[in-house]
């Protein structure tokens, strides 16, 4: 099967593994995984921030981001295709009582300062909830991988910042970005207040995220992973497996781009498909079908092709380091077959 559902599918490689079986552990509880340790302060340092935690998923990194930016009754300004709105079961609201406000920013996601100005509330405390926080996402998932510039960025956060509202960045594909971009990964991260930094998509790496901010917000940081259950103990045979794809994997993301090209080239005039190419930035492919997604996503497993439906009519294919290049065309061949 060609599995083109998410660069979440990936799996480790005998290297990632040889360096997983041979990491150094601690409890990291206490703050004693060295490995983890050393994974915390590279990260930082690759995104130009203080500190950094180590965490599960992505889904918790972003909820602890919110849960330390904000306080009960409080206001998170999203947009409305954002992954922390679709994707993460409302844990904001659930877990910390945060109201998520959505605005729709079809440029990645990032809106203008104009348009956050039209969101800014009336100073009125006895009725309106304060907006505490706003949440970016680089590159933008649902919007087809798509991404803001850093001056995007910097302008959208300026003024989050003068309404009084911190920054988080959801960047669970933040290198992607960069790869892209051709920029270093502090440049698309100084926007932000604090960062969701993922090990476990375009990375390969089996499991962990990063929340990526500053000294004194990850003490209060740390207490939410505690009581989300993401206190880990010998982390480091995860941890030891993000160092690794650091050093291997976050160099060749370019090489997924490649991938998607190819694919979107290839699916250009099929029959029941249409694909906007200019969308196809980095590792993910939006397909708007004639036929039901779901129906394409059937017939195309019954081609040996795997995909997600995005939607009624749209279904995505992502790229990633398990799939090849010469794979494209014939993941495209399945499809159009599937999609006619």
Not at 128 to 152: D, F, I, M, V, Y
Not at 236 to 252: D, K
Request: glycine share 10%; aromatic share 2%; proline share 4%.
């Amino acid at each position: 099967m060609i599995d083109l559902r998410s660069d979440t599918v990936t799996r480790p490689s005998e290297g990632m593994r040889a360096a997983m079986a041979a990491a150094e552990v601690g409890d990291d509880v206490y703050g004693e995984d060295p490995t983890v340790n050393r994974l915390e302060a590279e990260v930082a340092r690759l995104l130009g921030k203080e500190a950094a935690l180590f965490c599960p998923s992505g889904t918790m990194s972003n909820l602890v981001a919110i849960l330390t930016a904000t306080h009960p009754g409080e206001e998170v300004l999203v947009d409305r295709e954002a992954h922390v709105l679709h994707y993460e079961l409302a844990g904001a609201a659930v877990v910390g009582g945060a109201q998520l406000r959505n605005f729709d920013a079809p440029n990645a996601g990032c809106p203008t300062p104009e348009q956050l100005l039209e969101l800014e509330r009336l100073n009125d405390p006895g009725h309106e909830p304060r907006a505490a926080l706003l949440c970016l996402e680089q590159t933008h998932n649902r919007r087809g991988g798509t991404l803001a510039t850093p001056a995007e960025l910097r302008a959208a956060a300026g003024t989050a910042r003068e309404m009084g509202m911190l920054v988080h960045l959801d960047g669970a594909r933040l290198g992607n970005a960069a790869a892209r971009l051709g920029v270093p990964l502090r440049d698309l991260a100084e926007c932000a207040d604090s960062v969701n930094f993922s090990l476990s998509k375009g990375l390969g790496c089996p499991v962990g995220s990063l929340w990526v901010g500053g000294r004194k917000a990850r003490e209060r940081a740390h207490v939410w992973r505690k009581r989300l259950g993401g206190g880990m103990r010998q982390a480091g045979v995860l941890a030891a497996a993000g160092l690794y794809a650091l050093e291997h994997q976050l160099p060749r993301l370019g090489d997924d781009h490649e991938k998607a090209r190819r694919l979107s080239c290839a699916l250009q005039g099929a029959p029941g498909l249409e694909v906007d190419e200019d969308r196809v930035q980095t590792n993910i492919v939006l397909l708007q079908t004639r036929r039901r997604a779901d129906e394409v996503i059937a017939r195309a497993a019954g081609e040996g092709v795997l995909l997600t439906a995005f939607g009624q009519h749209t279904v995505r294919c992502v790229t990633h380091l398990d799939v090849s290049l010469a794979q494209m065309d014939e993941a495209a061949a399945a499809i159009s077959r599937a999609a006619g």
